[in-house]
Nanobody, 126 residues
Framework: VQLQASGGGLVQAGGSLRLSCAAS????????MGWFRQAPGKEREFVAAISRSGGNTYYSDSVKGRFTISRDNAKNTVYLQMNSLKPEDTAVYYCAAVVMHSAIVVVTARTGYDYWGQGTQVTVSS
């Protein structure tokens, strides 16, 4: 599976961005997807995940209510809509994928993913 993330940029606090991650190399509907982020000097942390059906999602407490993960299986793309951005959201954002038999399982552990995109920088200014 190859993953290409895009959509990062510089935004003021309170603003919005939408990240996209295009997948190829595998039937997209067989893949559970997630977003992680890594700030300088910190560990890569879980942000959001979606089941391969799109019916189940899960968020970290730090982004719940502000971020929305979604997927378009016809476009082989997963999205992360980020609203009400804060300076502490500044990080490199990575999309991740794992082939999943179950249509409803979401994966939140970094070690649960087999494929990673290259990352896209999100910078939120105060």
């Amino acid at each position: 599976v190859q993953l290409q993330a895009s959509g990062g940029g510089l935004v003021q606090a309170g603003g919005s961005l939408r990240l996209s991650c295009a997948a190829s190399g595998r039937t997209f509907s067989s893949i559970a997807m997630g977003w992680f982020r890594q700030a300088p000097g910190k560990e890569r942390e879980f942000v959001a995940a979606i089941s391969r059906s799109g019916g189940n999602t899960y968020y970290s407490d730090s982004v719940k209510g502000r971020f929305t993960i979604s997927r378009d299986n016809a476009k082989n793309t997963v999205y992360l809509q980020m609203n009400s951005l804060k300076p502490e959201d500044t990080a490199v954002y990575y999309c991740a994928a794992v082939v999943m038999h179950s249509a409803i399982v979401v994966v939140t552990a970094r070690t649960g993913y087999d494929y990673w995109g290259q990352g896209t920088q999100v910078t939120v200014s105060s």
